[in-house]
Structure formats: structure tokens, C-alpha cells
């Protein structure tokens, strides 16, 4: 899947653009300072930067410039400033494309997609949960053991696919409401449980492929046995 390392020190830009992104099939890694993106992007790797201008200790200019002289991942860089002259310096430093500060969330989310399609890098819609094929394209799922397709309701789909694109996470019950049915949404937390347990009994012939399993007091996350 498509890894995109967010590096901003405004925890609410992070999560706002975090949403978005994993609505789209993408693994988002935060990180609130430049040090701390340096330092993960030396070990680990990612597909694309999207990257603040005003941080503490390494600020995004310095970033970008040592991002770009060990490689050529794509960089998307987010600021307060829309003076040409920043966007000139930007360009200069080695950054692909430039987004001021307030932006619409959706086009983010077009530039990035711009951005990775530049590059050639595919935006995975699937996750494979051992015989279990979760297809985001066409909201249908494939069961790899007998060749069969099957559509299931629209909220149970994303509810399970959310749990599945960060297999192992704990997501707490307040957050799967949010961001499934939304913050307007006016019912109460029973509504995962009662779609949690339909996810249950509607996968009960592949639980040796993978479980949704609740944490007591915290929420619930899927682990995946075979992949």
C-alpha cells in the first residue's frame, strides 16, 4: 500500500489530512517536527512527503532539501504564505508541488493522487485479508478460495475496510463513529457494536484469515492470521 509521511506541528492539519488519505487506501505516518520525519524517513520507507514550511528544530525548507539530496520521493509542501517568493524558494529546494494554507481537503487529496500518478506509484484500493480480497474500487469483496463476488452494505464495507487497511490498530468506538458515519451523525456508539457483530457473523467461515477482536474499554481492532 501507499505510505505518505504527513510532517506538520499542528496535530489537527495532521489529522485532517490523515482522514482524507486513508479514505483513499493510504497508510499516513505522522510526524510533528522535521527532526522526527528526518529520522523515520533514514529507516523506514515512504511514497510521498507532505510537508509544513514553519516547524521547530528542522524547519520544512531544511527538510526539503535533505529529502531531496537522497532521493526523489515526491514532496508536497503545505504553508501560511502564498508569496511567490516562497513558492520560488520551495521549487528551488526540490519540492513537486506547493498547497497554501487554508486549503480544501479534496484538493490535497487531488494533488497527492496527481503527484503519486506522476511518479507511477499506485494507490492501492485492496486489502487482502487472507482469502478475503476488500476491493474499495468497486465496493465488492472476493473470496479467493472459491472465485466468488459479493457486495455487502455500504457502512459495513467501510467499517471493516478502515479496521483492515491498519490491521493490528485499536480504533476506539468514538473514532470508527466519526469518521464512518460522520461527526453530525446524532446515534449512539451502540451502532458499531451492532455492526461489528454483523462483520462477525457475516465472516464467521474465515475466522482462521482474520477477527475483529474487542479490547475491553478501548475499542476494537482486526488482526489478520494469514495473508
Same mark, same amino acid.
Given at each position: 500500500?501507499?505510505? !505518505? ?10 489529522? &485532517? ?7 483513499? +487506501? ?89 503527484? &503519486? ?41 467501510? &467499517? ?56 475491553? +474499554? ?5 488482526? !489478520?492470521?494469514?495473508?
Amino acid at each position: 500500500m501507499t505510505t !505518505v509521511m504527513v510532517v506538520d506541528d499542528e496535530a489537527h492539519i495532521r489529522e &485532517l489530512i490523515k482522514l482524507y488519505l486513508e479514505d483513499e +487506501g493510504m497508510i499516513v505516518v505522522e510526524k510533528s517536527n522535521g527532526e522526527e520525519a528526518w529520522q523515520y524517513y533514514c529507516q523506514h520507507s515512504v511514497d510521498l512527503i507532505v510537508l509544513d514550511v514553519m516547524m521547530p528544530r528542522i524547519d520544512g525548507w531544511e527538510l526539503c532539501r535533505k529529502l531531496r539530496e537522497t532521493g526523489d520521493k515526491p514532496i508536497l509542501m503545505i504553508t501560511a504564505k502564498g508569496e511567490p517568493a516562497e513558492r520560488i524558494k520551495g521549487f528551488q529546494l526540490g519540492t513537486d508541488d506547493y498547497l497554501v494554507k487554508p486549503f480544501e481537503p479534496v484538493e490535497l487529496v487531488l494533488r497527492v493522487k496527481a503527484l &503519486l500518478k506522476r511518479y507511477r506509484i499506485s494507490i492501492s484500493q485492496t486489502v487482502k485479508l487472507g482469502t478475503v480480497v476488500l476491493d474499495k474500487t468497486n465496493y465488492q469483496i472476493r473470496y479467493t478460495d472459491t472465485g466468488f463476488t459479493d457486495t455487502i452494505p455500504l457502512k459495513e464495507f467501510e &467499517l471493516l475496510y478502515m479496521l483492515a487497511i491498519h490491521h493490528g490498530k485499536v480504533y476506539t468506538r468514538d473514532t470508527l463513529l466519526q469518521q464512518i458515519w460522520g461527526y453530525e451523525y446524532e446515534g449512539d456508539e451502540r451502532t458499531i457494536d451492532t455492526h461489528i457483530k454483523r462483520l462477525r457473523d457475516r465472516f464467521s467461515a474465515y475466522e482462521y484469515d482474520f477477527k475483529i477482536v474487542t479490547l475491553r +474499554g478501548l475499542g476494537y481492532r482486526l488482526e !489478520v492470521y494469514h495473508d
